[in-house]
């Protein structure tokens, strides 16, 4: 990876709308400059995945953009690295089991990029206030309550019948600055229960992903990250894993229709792709999408790795763009 200037990301003006118009490298150097930008796009072909192209592709935020693979359950993070340099200098909590913890967190200069499983979009809103009060009590503030920051880990506990829910976006929360009482012990070992219900589902898929890329900074072992992704596929088909975010319905919030349109696009580019690693013709209508021609062929979607190259629910402190 290279190093960008020690300079912040210069501030930028545009909203959400205007970003989701920029093609993927043109918004990654929008928010983040060329360096990091191209650090970005490095670590897309060390994980053997396609970067997005346009702004069909991704959905685009003002602090971050996101990426879904249908197929393997999977969202792509790409955040700042310094959490200061968004605009509401948020933090990056780490240690909740109420907050859904990436498998990877990966440095590509002033951004940074996470890996993260799908699950379960959330449904009850009273969720909303369930996790704001289990949060409070490890001194962890749950600021941006919207269900669509909720989901529901496919894990289902004697507590949690119907799969354990959690705060899907990390950047929704920040640790607390005040004191607070101690937590109560019952409280702690709801806690400790949760974190443990992540730790147990989702450690293959680490190991998986740390034996393929060690060091997530040198060339990745191309083999190696072909069994990681057949490992997510195999999450997916076991229901362990889950594209949550097509759950949504359509027409109630228009970022969810985004997200689901994206995702869609994208999935057809990761397709494509998986077909020309491999050496077979992609499906001809997957050829016509992408600007060639092809024939009808089964296909393959892993990919390979290590090449170089209205919103619902209660609360909320700010609105949403």
């Not at 993927?24 to 929008?30: E, I, N, V």
């Amino acid at each position: 990876m290279k190093k960008p200037s020690r300079s912040k990301p210069q501030p930028h003006d545009k909203n959400a709308r205007e970003l989701q118009k920029m093609t993927f490298s043109g918004y990654l150097q929008q928010l983040f400059g060329k360096t990091s930008a191209d650090n970005v796009l490095e670590v897309f072909d060390r994980l053997g995945l396609p970067a997005p192209r346009s702004g069909k592709e991704f959905l685009a935020g003002a602090e971050g953009g996101l990426v879904f693979l249908n197929q393997y359950g999977l969202v792509i993070r790409i955040e700042h690295s310094d959490p200061e340099n968004g605009r509401f200098g948020w933090s990056r909590v780490d240690d909740s089991g109420w907050v859904l913890r990436p498998l990877a967190g990966i440095e590509a200069g002033h951004a940074h990029v996470e890996i993260c499983p799908g699950c379960n979009l959330e449904q009850d809103a009273r969720k909303i206030d369930y996790l704001k009060k289990r949060l409070e009590e490890q001194r962890i503030d749950f600021w941006d309550r919207w269900l669509v920051n909720i989901g529901r880990v496919p894990v289902c506990t004697e507590r949690f019948p119907e799969g354990m829910p959690v705060v899907i976006d990390r950047l929704a929360v920040c640790a607390l600055t005040e004191s607070a009482e101690p937590v109560a012990k019952a409280l702690a070992q709801e806690a400790q229960d949760a974190a443990e219900v992540q730790e147990t589902l989702y450690a293959p898929l680490r190991a998986a992903l740390d034996e393929a890329w060690p060091d997530k900074e040198g060339p990745a072992d191309a083999k190696k990250m072909q069994t990681f992704w057949k490992l997510c596929a195999q999450y997916v088909a076991d229901g362990k894993m889950v594209a949550g975010w097509n759950q949504a319905e359509i027409g109630v919030y228009y970022k969810t229709d985004i997200v689901i349109n994206v995702a869609k696009t994208y999935g057809a580019r990761l397709m494509y792709k998986a077909h020309k690693l491999i050496g077979e013709t992609p499906p001809a209508t997957l050829g016509s999408r992408f600007g060639e021609k092809a024939q009808p062929e089964e296909q393959d979607n892993m990919p390979s790795g290590g090449h170089m190259a209205s919103k619902h629910g209660d609360g909320g402190k700010r609105p949403k763009p």
